[in-house]
């Protein structure tokens, strides 16, 4: 299925269908203007010195027609350009009604003319750079929202921003981009996979770019594996042919049966062909959890502080215990094995003051007035662990949104 042609931006039509109306033009672009019938019968000659006399008016009315289907063939090229669909019919055609316009012609008014009008239309649209209006790719948005909005993360904004840009800057990377998110529920893995839909494709999660798989929802019984690998292999085939740039998230990764890999392999190894297409996957698991929060107890303890814990301790940690994993049946631990996951991104547990600021960024989204006290008793509802020090929030900010209804007028 090929990629879905656009529709221009309103400012572009309205502007195009104008200029065609005052030019003479009619019907679509590409298309010519309808066999005019008689004139009726006008009155009188006008004086040969009025405003329009009769010689005039058939000039000016021809040199409109011209501009007019001038004009359509401007829109075809602009069309062409941007969307790259049926560029080649379109030159044939072209080829084939090689008439030439009277006065004006593309030698004429140049191909810097195009190129002015291609860069005109792209000043709304602002899609020059990806060449489809559906993708973005504003990482300067992303890494400035997730220093703003993703609390207590370094490691995890560091590592996404980095993998992200250098991906997309690489001209042709060989293999699909693969980040394996891991740490406890509530740290922002689902939040940053968000950010990271939202900041390269123009309509977020619901981009037909995007596609988001959780485990127990769309492969939730295990006597249709088998199905489930067929319909995963298509969707994931039919996204790469729609797009040229996809990214594609599996939520609850530890629970993705074994066989299901069949069909998500072959996208994400490197590949020897000259296309153009680009995908990124995305990988969210809690398990590792108790491995990265051991790490961050560890540094606690010894009085240093959390920045401080190196990507590498955690990476390595991660991998050993997700290969030993494997023998368990999780099914992403075998991606590690064969080298296809290229970051395993962690995730560490919150503190009480990472609490504090979810809370405020809840009642700012909601625009509900707070105090420092009222943040305060936010973060007291949650549980703390280990038992002992009371460090680390049981739930991250998860259910934080809940809490602040609480506080409701």
Same mark, same amino acid.
Request: with cysteine.
């Given at each position: 299925?090929?990629?879905?042609?656009?529709?221009?931006?309103?400012?572009?039509?309205?502007?195009?269908?104008?200029?065609?109306?005052?030019?003479?033009?009619?019907?679509?672009?590409?298309?010519?203007?309808?066999?005019?019938?008689?004139?009726?019968?006008?009155?009188?000659?006008?004086?040969?010195?009025?405003?329009?006399?009769?010689? #005039?008016?058939?000039? $000016?009315? /021809?040199?409109? @027609?011209?501009? *007019?289907?001038?004009?359509?063939?401007?829109? &075809?090229? !602009? +069309?062409?350009?941007?969307?790259?669909?049926?560029?080649?019919?379109?030159?044939?055609?072209?080829?084939?009604?090689?008439?030439?316009?009277?006065?004006?012609?593309?030698?004429?008014?140049?191909?810097?003319?195009?190129?002015?009008?291609?860069?005109?239309?792209?000043?709304?649209?602002?899609?020059?750079?990806?060449?489809?209006?559906?993708?973005?790719?504003?990482?300067?948005?992303?890494?400035?929202?997730?220093?703003?909005?993703?609390?207590?993360?370094?490691?995890?904004?560091?590592?996404?921003?980095?993998?992200?840009?250098?991906?997309?800057?690489?001209?042709?990377? #060989?293999?699909?981009? $693969?980040? /394996?998110?891991? @740490?406890?529920? *509530?740290?922002?893995?689902?939040?940053?996979? &968000?950010? !990271? +839909?939202?900041?390269?494709?123009?309509?977020?999660?619901?981009?037909?770019?995007?596609?988001?798989?959780?485990?127990?929802?769309?492969?939730?019984?295990?006597?249709?594996?088998?199905?489930?690998?067929?319909?995963?292999?298509?969707?994931?085939?039919?996204?790469?042919?729609?797009?040229?740039?996809?990214?594609?998230?599996?939520?609850?990764?530890?629970?993705?049966?074994?066989?299901?890999?069949?069909?998500?392999?072959?996208?994400?190894?490197?590949?020897?062909?000259?296309?153009?297409?680009?995908?990124?996957?995305?990988?969210?698991?809690?398990?590792?959890?108790?491995?990265?929060?051991?790490?961050?107890?560890?540094?606690?303890?010894?009085?240093?502080?959390?920045?401080?814990?190196?990507?590498?301790?955690?990476?390595?940690?991660?991998?050993?215990?997700?290969?030993?994993?494997?023998?368990?049946?999780?099914?992403?631990?075998?991606?590690?094995?064969?080298?296809?996951?290229?970051?395993?991104?962690?995730?560490?547990?919150?503190?009480?003051?990472?609490?504090?600021?979810?809370?405020?960024?809840?009642?700012?989204?909601?625009?509900?007035?707070?105090?420092?006290?009222?943040?305060?008793?936010?973060?007291?509802?949650?549980?703390?662990?280990?038992?002992?020090?009371?460090?680390?929030?049981?739930?991250?900010?998860?259910?934080?949104?809940?809490?602040?209804?609480?506080?409701?007028?």
């Amino acid at each position: 299925m090929g990629q879905a042609r656009l529709p221009a931006p309103r400012g572009l039509g309205c502007c195009v269908l104008v200029l065609l109306l005052l030019l003479g033009g009619s019907g679509s672009p590409g298309t010519p203007p309808p066999p005019r019938g008689p004139r009726p019968q006008e009155p009188g000659p006008e004086p040969e010195g009025g405003p329009w006399g009769r010689g #005039r008016y058939e000039a $000016v009315r /021809s040199h409109l @027609g011209t501009v *007019g289907a001038l004009s359509r063939q401007y829109w &075809r090229y !602009v +069309a062409c350009r941007l969307w790259q669909e049926g560029c080649q019919e379109e030159e044939k055609r072209e080829g084939r009604e090689a008439a030439p316009i009277p006065s004006w012609s593309f030698p004429l008014v140049g191909q810097d003319y195009l190129e002015i009008l291609s860069a005109w239309y792209c000043s709304f649209g602002r899609c020059c750079e990806t060449g489809d209006c559906r993708i973005i790719n504003n990482i300067t948005g992303l890494e400035a929202d997730l220093s703003g909005q993703l609390h207590g993360q370094h490691l995890a904004k560091e590592v996404v921003v980095q993998a992200v840009r250098g991906f997309l800057q690489s001209p042709r990377p #060989r293999k699909a981009l $693969v980040l /394996s998110f891991h @740490g406890w529920s *509530g740290t922002g893995k689902n939040f940053v996979a &968000r950010m !990271v +839909a939202s900041h390269l494709y123009r309509d977020g999660l619901k981009s037909d770019c995007v596609r988001v798989f959780v485990s127990l929802l769309h492969f939730p019984h295990h006597n249709y594996v088998n199905s489930y690998k067929a319909q995963l292999h298509r969707q994931i085939s039919e996204t790469l042919q729609r797009c040229r740039q996809a990214l594609f998230i599996f939520d609850e990764a530890e629970k993705l049966h074994s066989s299901l890999l069949d069909a998500i392999r072959p996208f994400m190894a490197p590949q020897d062909s000259e296309d153009q297409q680009r995908s990124i996957f995305l990988f969210l698991s809690n398990l590792g959890g108790n491995t990265i929060n051991e790490v961050a107890l560890d540094f606690w303890r010894a009085g240093r502080a959390r920045e401080e814990i190196p990507l590498e301790l955690l990476e390595q940690r991660l991998r050993l215990e997700l290969q030993e994993a494997a023998e368990n049946s999780y099914a992403h631990s075998h991606l590690l094995r064969e080298n296809l996951i290229d970051f395993v991104v962690p995730f560490l547990p919150l503190e009480y003051h990472h609490v504090k600021l979810c809370a405020r960024d809840a009642f700012l989204a909601r625009g509900i007035p707070y105090t420092e006290a009222t943040l305060n008793e936010v973060a007291q509802m949650m549980v703390f662990v280990p038992k002992e020090e009371k460090l680390f929030s049981a739930q991250g900010c998860k259910s934080v949104p809940q809490r602040i209804n609480y506080f409701l007028p």
